[in-house]
């Protein structure tokens, strides 16, 4: 089902923990609907020096945490705001077609942790608001059909 | 290249079982040298019929039924939508009974036809089993109706093992002049059915979980049962399903059926107590668990939650242990939504998220069991790690 | 105690075939080792799920078709149903198209959805093959309507074994704006057969017809091509077909099929010559005797009629000589109609009796034939001699 | 299908052939439908002394054909006549369902027979008149559903 890469960054994910004194915090997600991620960035001169993550989910969800903390990386924050979830899944060599709405989860993750980076340094966020602690927040809602319900 | 295991340990029998060694032997013959199509006159042919109606007494006798009130089918699904669809359709048509009740927890081989007859010309209604796992007998009596044409409520579940009390609710449905089906394809040859005792109208059966191989099921249709086939054409199985029998899936089934009779009662004692085994440990072992389920269980089936792990991720780690098992999870699906069953037991969805199957059965050791035991809590802890919400939402 | 020769004579196989040992190979390990769900997510589950898209890939190929446009099913019969309902159902929902054609040869798997059909909603029109054993394009045009649904006409016929133009019936149903079903049951394997090349909506194959084992099925279904499923549950087979999937079946099909096309262009040279022998040496060496549809034929295919004998009678003293073949005599089937088959194509019900169908296959050798040519014309003088109508029907 | 004593008549059948100076014919059945039994009877005072039969038809149909031969030979005609069906079938040890049909040819021809016979010397007969040379006759229409309906 998964690609063998999928399965190496699920296995051994990278960059997984918490930056204590993380410059921007993004958590989004609802247990409700099964996977949370929860990543903090550390900012330089408009770039991120370093990121981890935390992400409750299946193996999708883990191992698009993992790569977009690799692919995020040293870019700036306008470039890594822009990784799209199809970037990420090409990354891991693709993703099956019901898995593909674990990839938003990562880069809305991502926005929302560099958007919390700017606001906190009072500038315009780069995406649309998203509200990662309500609990009816659903990163799937547009993705898919069969969206989480309950 | 991944790490993996020289042993591996399957603890997913209600998905699947290997065909029994001795089962194989049985059926191989039928592929080989007694080839014949059974509705073929000559010799050949009439070997092939003969252990078609062998096959047939052998396993009506195993569950209480006459012979001629089996159909073979190709595979446990045909047997539920053929029952569903078939009794229901014919039962209106003949008596104008147009209502229908299954259980929410029925898999989906049985929940889907019940839809589909209520966007066609039925009214469904669906009964919730209590938090215990069960379909109690009143729950089942507040939603019949005068035109209930059709009660269908599974023998035990395919998600936490809980058994029905199939003569309770058989007997409701009868009070109201309702037919009874049961899907006791997971119950077959590990408790004691006979579908006399229990007195059902109809019950479905699949070989692929008894040791068998995969497609080849069997439709039990109590005599008089108002029926239409699903599948027309050549007129077999009493005209109750066409298509040239699966010779060696029947014989197979058999074969099947009388190992599982045979070893029925030891190998409730022994998987009984290996499971208490898993449960005990993963309780007592791990902090923030539990049981799902607290009726009477199918030996062997436990469904355990980890709070603050998704199934999947569980799953995938067990695997790449070598160790089998299933999950209830969404994400292992496809779906979002997790296990209709946990949910229709009242489990929370992000607990249902949490879950495991473990389902043991005839291959499965102690040396199992204590891998399993040795395997789990590690991959938990690690899992619980990486959630941001564990210490939130479970910490002490 | 019945005189048995040591050697048996099969020339049946249009009714069934032995499965192939090199099939048996293949399909094994997955009866055994490799048993898992291909729904499960674990190795055991994958390994199992790969095993079935790869045979799923290679019948494909085989038939020219993408790899998701197949769905595995239970048997022959089952994917005809699936295709006339299925389709035809949602044809009418989405384009309120609610006529369908079918030819008057077609077997019961799909005269009788067919029919069912006609009792619920539909309006069924049936176009005769004509004595050649052939529909022709212009019948076929002159039953269509704006209306029309679905055609469904077989590749092949499994009685007189004859060839039909699908490509030009396929397009005749389709320059109205109808699908097109083929019965590709006997067909398959044996003469050259691309769904693409004929451009045909929809396809049924059973792998029990060319030496895989009973009870797996194939439908194929172009893709968009309307349908719905006629099986619901667990949602398999990208929700064509629920119930879990006979891997070991489908690997089988698989294996079954390459062999099929390894070998087409030889078998059909070598059975060609062998069906000649047996046509010709009856047709020379008995009196009143003659060959049935004059059209292209399967390789290995006669129907023969033996005026003034009746089939069964014929078929059982065969077998009492160790040869097996079938007869479109009615009273082998219980019914008192003969084959409406024959009955089709105008031959008259008294002659339909005295049928004879030899279908020849891989294991056929020159003595078997030499052996039936020896055995049969005693049996047809005694059975005439017994008689009493043969002098003044047909006496010289 | 076929019991043993059903295949040993079928495949030796007793007592077939024609009496030239039969005292009485019988002929029922009709090719379209695939069974024609012709029976010849001697009798002597009001005994049957000798039979004999042709049929064409399946192996019930011969089988049941033979018995019947044996069955009535030494009887009475009142006797003979009152063979059923249900008593051919049984001596012959069942016949399938679907095949009890083919026993009614036999009693039918045999009836035909003995009452080819009485009305010759100038006797009542004692069955309803069958006529066995319509060829509209239809020896079936009574025992089952599906009759030959061509
Ligand atoms: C032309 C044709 N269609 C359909 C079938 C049915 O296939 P199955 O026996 O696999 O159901 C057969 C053979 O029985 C056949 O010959
Ligand atoms: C309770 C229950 N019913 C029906 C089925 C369907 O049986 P099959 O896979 O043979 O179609 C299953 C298993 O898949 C099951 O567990």
Redesign the pocket.
Do not use: F, W
């Given at each position: 089902m998964y690609s063998e890469k999928v399965m190496e960054h699920f296995n051994n994910p990278h960059n997984v923990g918490v930056i204590e004194d993380a410059d921007g915090v993004g958590e989004v997600g609802n247990p409700v609907c099964g996977d949370v991620m929860k990543i903090t960035i550390k900012v330089d001169d408009d770039r991120l020096t370093d990121i981890k993550f935390q992400t409750l989910g299946c193996g999708a969800a883990i191992a698009t945490s993992s790569i977009i903390t690799e692919m995020a990386r040293g870019k700036t924050l306008e470039d890594a705001a822009r990784i799209t979830k199809q970037e990420v899944a090409d990354e891991l060599g693709g993703l099956p077609p019901a898995k593909m709405h674990c990839s938003v989860l990562a880069t809305d993750g991502l926005k929302v942790a560099i958007d919390d980076y700017l606001t906190q340094h009072g500038r315009e966020p780069l995406g649309e608001p998203l509200i990662s602690s309500d609990p009816n927040f659903d990163p799937h809602a547009e993705t898919h059909d069969d969206a989480c319900d309950l | 290249m991944m790490h993996r295991m020289d042993r591996s340990v399957y603890m997913d029998y209600?998905?699947t079982t290997p065909v029994d060694p001795r089962v194989t032997d049985a059926m191989l013959p039928y592929l080989t040298e007694h080839f014949g199509n059974p509705n073929s006159l000559y010799t050949l042919g009439r070997d092939a019929y003969r252990a078609l109606e062998s096959a047939r007494e052998s396993i009506a006798a195993g569950v209480g039924a006459q012979p001629q009130e089996l159909v073979f089918t190709g595979?446990?699904?045909?047997s539920?939508n053929s029952a569903l669809i078939g009794i229901s359709q014919m039962a209106a048509e003949r008596k104008s009974r147009r209502h229908i009740v299954v259980s929410a927890f029925e898999?989906h081989?049985?929940l889907h036809p019940a839809e589909w007859l209520a966007k066609n010309g039925f009214d469904l209604t669906i009964v919730s089993p209590r938090a215990d796992g069960v379909v109690h007998p009143g729950d089942l009596r507040a939603a019949l109706r005068d035109d209930t044409a059709l009660v269908s409520v599974?023998a035990a579940?395919?998600e936490i093992g809980t058994i029905q009390p199939l003569a309770e609710l058989a007997e409701a449905a009868h009070e109201r002049g309702a037919l009874f089906h049961t899907?006791a394809?997971?119950a077959l040859g590990k408790i004691p059915f006979d579908v006399s005792e229990v007195g059902v109208d109809a019950a479905?059966f699949?070989a692929?979980?008894i040791y068998g191989p995969?497609g080849a099921?069997v439709l039990y249709l109590k005599k008089g049962t108002p029926f239409r086939p699903l599948l027309m054409g050549g007129g077999q199985e009493f005209k109750k399903r066409s298509g040239t029998q699966n010779v060696a899936g029947a014989v197979a089934f058999a074969k099947a059926l009388e190992l599982m009779l045979a070893e029925q009662a030891d190998e409730a004692e022994r998987l009984s107590a290996l499971r208490d085994r898993v449960v005990g440990g993963v309780l007592d072992g791990i902090a923030n668990t539990r049981l799902n389920g607290t009726g009477p269980k199918l030996p062997g089936y436990a469904n355990l939650i980890m709070l603050g792990c998704e199934g999947e991720s569980m799953l995938l780690q067990l695997d790449s242990k070598g160790i089998a098992v299933s999950t209830g999870s969404a994400c292992s699906s496809g779906s979002l939504e997790p296990s209709h069953v946990l949910l229709a037991i009242g489990c929370p969805a992000e607990e249902a998220h949490g879950s495991l199957r473990v389902t043991l059965g005839r291959f499965t050791t102690d040396e199992d069991v204590d891998r399993f035991l040795e395997v789990l809590p590690p991959i938990v802890e690690r899992l619980r790690s990486m959630n941001p919400l564990y210490e939130r939402m479970y910490g002490a």
């Open positions: - | 209600a998905a595979c446990g699904t045909e539920d898999h081989a049985v599974m579940n395919n899907d394809v997971q479905s699949s692929h979980k995969k099921g």
